[in-house]
């Protein structure tokens, strides 16, 4: 174990900065004036996934006081998202004061519950403990559903986190309900809601003509749109190999859509990224028939630039099943040889440029055709509840979940381990970190498999350290700096008695 006494700040004096440039000091004199009303915080992470959401969230719930906890700024641009992100994990202590003394101010301000569209990357997680600490309730409204496999849906590779830490989760149906209650969270705290995401996308109605749309990106009058949405592909096991397949797959579209003289609109991840290899950006760029909307200046919305194609491709972009619901043909490019979700739609899939232009050709000729009743049941299943569909009305839910949340209190979810605490209202985190007798006597594989749980860190750094969401220590250990180090975290400290696993 490092010495937690020359570490008290996780790093010497030579030690890197890791919270210049986005760190955010907000003057007392700037909180909120009690109105009356309940205030609820919220964290800003991605302006046109999370932010998005958020903004939807506070128009549907006027009679809520809402407040930016205002911990970052520069989180827009993935450069700052990792600097954030590397603060948390490399000086965790210094990262939880810093969010600690905003949320204690906030709290006096009337504080009573904080927002998360996710909560798997450590700043937002260590948020949530924070937010434990002081007894500031936590919910979850994720932003996205599992549009990829389920395996790696909502994970955190490193630390192994695929669950979340909030008191309370607003899924959008059986799926989310189901991998997050695989995953060791309690059954009664996940509440389905329905997906404010796709329910937009039913009730939407474009805000540009036809001839309008195409005057902004100088599309022939006559010319097919086809629009390709782009992904940073960080959820595949070899990411470098997926970049490569998706840019094959835009080199395939490209080279149908110039040959049909056809328009093609490439949307670019709102991650911010670059993604795609240079040769293919000089061949877009050089292309007459092409637009790129880059993220970060995009012109228009991904629901609008949806409502004007012709057909819209991805290898997997929720946009696929966007178009669907807006009754647009959507063509998955099937590139990376992994099990699809859209193999349960009526959304075409195609693995090869030849299929593509096959599969085009006919979509393009039957136009626009409503979702398949089969289709419009199995995501009304999985995306939402069986009970009320995507009817539009998820945000109504929200609203009425959330007065709940705050009209009845209800005690912070407990954290434990599956053989100390067998209950169902306990959250099981995958990841903890033991203390050195526990890894001394067991080794970490084996001690992950007797705690049942798919990851075991070690006190070797404040790196490591913060990476288990609780902290496990034996019966009989006596390891004060162990003890302590867990308390400056947030950290909940639990006994493991190995006779009582056998």
Known sequence: MWNTDQFASDGGPDAQDWFAGWQVTVNPIDNPRPTGAPLVGYVRWIPEHSDVLISRVIAACPHLDFVDLQLFSGQSDPTSRRAITQAAEREPVRFRRLVLARLTSLKQAGLKLVIFTLDWTAPLREIVFACRSLGIATVLIPHESVFSTQDTYYTQKRRKTNAPLVDHVLCWGELQKKIFAERGYPSQRLTKVGSPKLDFDVRYRPILTTEQFKS????????????????????????????????????????????????????????????????????????????????????????????????????????????????????????????????????????????????????????????????????????????????????????????????????????????????????????????????????????????????????SSPYEAASGDVFVASTTSLDPAFDRYGVELGRPLLRFDPDRSR
């Open 216 to 459: 902004l990106f100088g599309i022939p009058e006559a010319a097919k749109i086809l629009v390709f949405a782009m992904q940073p592909m960080d959820n595949y096991a070899d990411k470098v190999e997926a970049r490569q397949r998706q840019a094959a797959a835009v080199s395939d579209v490209l080279r149908y859509s110039t040959e049909r003289g056809h328009h093609l609109i490439v949307r670019t991840p709102p991650a911010r990224e670059q993604i795609l290899p240079d040769f293919v950006w000089n061949r877009l760029s050089k292309a007459r028939n092409v637009s790129v909307d880059i993220a970060g200046q995009y012109i228009l919305t991904p629901e609008e630039t949806i409502a004007h194609a012709d057909i819209v491709c991805s290898v997997n972009s929720t946009m696929l099943f966007e178009a669907r619901l807006m009754e647009v043909p959507s063509i998955a490019m099937k590139y990376i040889d992994l099990p699809s979700i859209w193999e349960n739609t009526d959304i075409a899939i195609a693995r090869s440029g030849l299929e593509f232009s096959m599969k085009a050709d006919r979509l393009l000729e039957s136009g626009r055709q409503p979702m398949s009743k089969t289709c419009l049941s199995w995501a009304s299943r999985e995306f939402s509840d069986a009970e009320f569909g995507i009817d539009g009305k998820s945000l109504e839910r929200i609203k009425g979940a959330l007065d709940s949340i705050l009209s009845v209190h209800q005690a912070p979810m407990r954290l434990g381990i599956r053989v100390n605490d067998p209950s169902t209202d306990i959250f099981y985190p995958s990841s903890v970190t033991a203390s050195d007798d526990l890894v001394a006597t067991y080794g970490k594989d084996k001690l992950a498999s007797l705690l049942g749980v798919s990851a075991v860190f070690e006190m």
